[in-house]
């Protein structure tokens, strides 16, 4: 499996973004697909993370409410829409995808199955 981040960019507090995770190969290993972020000097957090068949979602605290995963229908892409950002969100943003790791466990990058390179977010005060 071959994940793909993009849609990364420079913007404003209180503006948005939406960010892609394009996966290709055999995309039916993976059960669930989610997204993390890592600022400069900062550990790797984990932000959202949805199950295959959107059955389920999982947020960290720090974006409930703000942002929203989501799965495009037949295609196998998983979105991050983030509304509300904050300078706070500005982080080099990695999707990643496993398959036995539900959403309420995706906490925990170590193990992670397939990982994709990062797309930079910037939010400006």
């Known amino acids: 499996v071959q994940l793909q981040a993009s849609g990364g960019g420079l913007v404003q507090a209180g503006g948005s973004l939406r960010l892609s995770c394009a996966t290709s190969?055999?995309?039916?290993?993976?059960?669930?697909v989610g997204w993390f972020r890592q600022g400069a000097g900062k550990e790797r957090e984990f932000v959202a993370a949805i199950q295959w068949n959107g059955a389920s979602t999982n947020y960290a605290d720090s974006v409930k409410g703000r942002f929203t995963i989501s799965r495009g229908g037949a295609e196998n892409t998983v979105y991050l829409q983030m509304n509300s950002l904050k300078v706070e969100d500005t982080a080099v943003y990695y999707c990643?995808?496993?398959?036995?790791?539900?959403?309420?466990?995706?906490?925990?990058?170590?193990?992670?199955?397939?990982w994709g390179k990062g797309t930079q977010v910037t939010v400006s005060s």
């Open positions: 990643a995808a496993d398959a036995l790791v539900p959403p309420n466990r995706f906490a925990d990058p170590a193990g992670l199955d397939y």
């Open positions: 190969g055999p995309t039916s290993r993976i059960l669930s």
